[in-house]
């Protein structure tokens, strides 16, 4: 099967963030956001039928956003992604909510930009269609800058997308725009969903935003002044700093694994120590280590304390030692195996490796049977 082209960044081990487009556009339109979302997610960036890379045969006329929706999921299967953050602009975004509602067991949360529940009704889209069947892309192309962004603002290469995009291609995206109304399933959607409003959009006004957030149970809406259309493009860092917060969760879990696991004292002495110089690293920790490793069921806790003292050995990591033999004692291990496990560094690491290592280990198993006295 022929899949949609995308592009693909960021850590295969990741959490997965799928970004849909905007009609007319191709994934050129993440360009300002995706490299950053790429630091903690595996960002997969795809490109509508006849837009961009992909192939213009993947779409036909009277096509909906739920065949588009079946194109985003078969990409997904093809790069092993069985679940999966959502974020999409304008049509994009009505493939999010159409996977929402019909697929929602593949979504681990949905962002919706400058988008709608419906578009207007079918009869503008039907009348776009029609005219670019008829005369192709170029005249709409010369008005997307009125369309898409605020006066005076434009994105060249977006415009560049506009125009080269198939004809046949772009009005059976018109088709599929047409037919989409799914304000009626709204109050279904259970997924965590962030809707964000460009406060200038004439496309998707604000309003249309509101009445999503207003029936999806749980749903938080950003509007943002000065933006268009195509918020991701005009106005990234406000966009950006919302789906980091909204895709972020693993840092509020993680946060709480990493304090279960060292201990409030240690986490609390971290957070102090932090700067703005380190305030990324550390937020970095939360997220990665803590909220997408240490939470991974795969391991128990106890295995992964033997895999850290193990790595932190072999190292010589002996201040982090000392921290990880108070979280595998947290974590259930006994002194005995503690001692196991560093017996075992022994044959693999070399002895004078182990031996600081038990010098670091019975320190602070001397200091915890003090305070337990």
Not at 109 to 124: E, M, R, Y
Not at 309 to 331: I, K, P, S
Request: net charge negative; charged share 20%; hydrophobic share 45%.
């Amino acid at each position: 099967m022929t899949l949609l082209d995308h592009r693909a960044e960021g850590p295969a081990s990741a959490p997965p963030l799928l970004l849909g487009p905007s009609l007319g556009t191709s994934n050129a339109l993440w360009d300002k956001v995706a490299p950053e979302l790429s630091i903690t997610h595996r960002v997969v960036r795809w490109d509508l039928p006849g837009h961009g890379g992909s192939a213009a045969d993947l779409i036909s006329a009277g096509a909906t956003v739920g065949d588009l929706a079946d194109l985003v999921l078969a990409l997904a299967d093809a790069l092993g992604i069985e679940r999966f953050a959502y974020a999409g602009v304008s049509l994009g975004g009505a493939v999010g909510l159409h996977l929402a509602v019909h697929r929602p067991q593949r979504l681990s949360s949905l962002a919706v930009i400058c988008s709608s529940a419906h578009f207007n009704g079918s009869q503008p889209w039907e009348e776009r269609a029609a005219l670019v069947r008829r005369e192709g892309l170029a005249g709409l192309a010369e008005s997307a800058d009125a369309r898409w962004f605020t006066s005076g603002f434009t994105v060249p290469e977006l415009v560049d997308d506009h125009r080269r995009a198939d004809p046949d291609a772009y009005a059976a995206c018109c088709d599929a725009l047409a037919a989409f109304d799914l304000r009626d399933r709204l109050p279904e959607i259970a997924v965590p969903t962030l809707l964000v409003a460009g406060r200038d959009d004439p496309a998707t006004p604000p309003a249309h935003l509101r009445q999503i957030a207003d029936a999806v149970p749980g749903a938080a809406l950003l509007e943002i002044p000065g933006a268009s259309h195509l918020a991701p493009a005009q106005c990234p860092e406000v966009v950006l700093t919302a789906l980091r917060a909204h895709f972020g969760g693993s840092a509020g879990r993680g946060m709480e694994v990493r304090r279960e696991v060292l201990g409030d004292a240690h986490v609390d002495r971290a957070q102090a120590r932090q700067t703005p110089f380190t305030a990324r690293f550390q937020d970095f920790i939360s997220r990665y280590a803590w909220g997408e490793i240490w939470t991974d069921p795969t391991l128990s806790r106890r295995e992964r304390s033997m895999i850290t003292l193990t790595a932190l050995v072999a190292h010589g990591h002996y201040d982090e030692l000392a921290m990880h033999v108070r979280a595998a004692r947290r974590n259930g291990l006994t002194p005995e195996e503690i001692g196991a496990v560093l017996l075992q560094t022994a044959v693999y690491c070399g002895v004078p490796t182990a031996n600081s290592a038990f010098a670091t280990a019975q320190r602070v198993l001397a200091e915890e049977d003090g305070a337990a006295g």
